[in-house]
């Protein structure tokens, strides 16, 4: 495979003409530990053309992307919204197919940046990749709310405005989430199918996988639930390579169109893997805690409660954002301390100044 990479372009209006004028159509699949995945699709009158973007926290964005390229490289840290691509071919003599990758770093802070890939061009094709970190259950919770609630907060909007322009793209887009469950399916009244598809992957189980069972048997049953009322396919993934080797297949079947797998995990002592559409409700169960309990959580819904009983156990940490993080130079994840102490010299030294700017207008004030 062809694989090439560029910086990415961040003017939404430019992207999105490009993607117009070459007949794009994009996917956008994401992260829930700690960031996004965002694929997108399109066509050009040479083959297809898909595009992923990635949204995570330092959960492995580009370890996946690079896998799914057969890249050999070591991934680098994320910064901000970048981009690469990759091609395929479909066989001798035919046109390659194009992946597009869109990584967003800074996990949950940078959550605005979506709405440069995701547009009412791009939205038909795109798919959600979430990847959550295993490894810390008190953050998964919140982090994977703030992800999925922004970002379908986002698509909603976009789906609304192309609503006005093509009624019928955004009709077909409402019909089509409902695509991975059957009609007769017991759960089908009970479930809030994303306006997307989304795949959900769960990170470094090779560290989930030595946690207390009561433990890990909350976290999968939890997900479980959250992926199948969002109409999501669930998987769990480590640096194993039969585990890379089942994920880089849920995402080339985003990336190039490949046939979904069918097989199915849902044991807690072993990596999930649940293609969307195949669990429900009564496979899951009800949230692990006593029939006699439920009543004090004072659910109005069931991801209410779902997320009440997991927060029990695991309560969440403080997860900052921009709101918090008002000048982006001084967040702690993009530390780099020759940097950083050229920077304070640096501002040191213009209070400095200013303070003997300040007294020599007062000098001036004085004399006059």
Not at 1 to 15: D, G, N, R, T, W
Not at 158 to 187: C, F, I, Y
Not at 335 to 351: A, F, N, P, T, Y
Request: proline share 5%; net charge positive.
């Amino acid at each position: 495979m062809e694989v090439k990479a560029k910086e990415p372009k961040l003017e939404k209006s430019l992207f999105s003409s490009l993607a117009v004028k070459m007949g794009f159509r994009y996917f956008m699949f994401r992260n829930l530990s700690s960031g996004i995945i965002d694929v997108y699709k399109g066509f050009e009158k040479c083959g297809d053309q898909k595009a992923a973007v990635l949204l995570d926290c330092g959960l492995g964005k580009t370890t996946i992307i690079l896998r799914c390229l057969d890249r050999d490289e070591p991934a680098k840290p994320t910064l901000a919204l970048e981009y690469t691509y990759g091609r395929r071919a479909k066989g001798h003599n035919t046109p390659k197919d194009i992946a597009h990758f869109w990584e967003l770093g800074g996990g949950t802070s940078l959550l605005d940046l979506i709405s440069i890939p995701i547009t009412s061009d791009t939205l038909r094709t795109f798919s959600i990749v979430l990847v959550l970190d295993l490894s810390k259950p008190n953050d998964l919770w919140p982090t994977m709310e703030n992800l999925l609630q922004a970002t379908r907060s986002h698509v909603d909007k976009v789906l609304m405005k192309l609503g006005r322009t093509n009624s019928k793209a955004a009709s077909e887009m409402r019909q089509k989430r409902w695509s991975n469950l059957q009609k007769e399916h017991p759960d089908r009244e009970l479930i809030d199918p994303f306006p997307v598809p989304l795949v959900i992957i769960g990170s470094k189980y090779d560290i989930f996988q030595d946690f207390d069972s009561e433990k890990r048997k909350v976290i999968c049953k939890t997900l479980r639930f959250v992926a199948h009322y969002y109409g999501a396919s669930l998987m769990f993934t480590s640096k194993s390579e039969a585990l890379l080797l089942k994920m880089r297949g849920v995402v080339n079947q985003l990336a190039f169109g490949i046939d979904k797998s069918k097989s199915i995990c849902v044991d807690q002592n072993k990596p999930l893997f649940i293609t969307a559409g195949l669990d429900s409700l009564c496979q899951i169960g009800r949230p692990p805690v006593p029939d006699n309990d439920i009543g004090k959580f004072h659910a109005h819904t069931p991801m209410e409660l779902w997320k009440k009983v997991y927060e029990k156990l695991f309560p969440p940490k403080r997860i900052s954002t921009l709101k918090d993080i008002q000048d982006p130079a001084r967040d702690p994840q993009y530390v780099e301390s020759d940097v950083d102490e050229m920077r304070i010299q640096k501002d040191q030294e213009l209070e400095q100044y200013k303070k003997n700017a300040s007294k020599s207008w007062k000098q001036i004030d004085l004399d006059s």
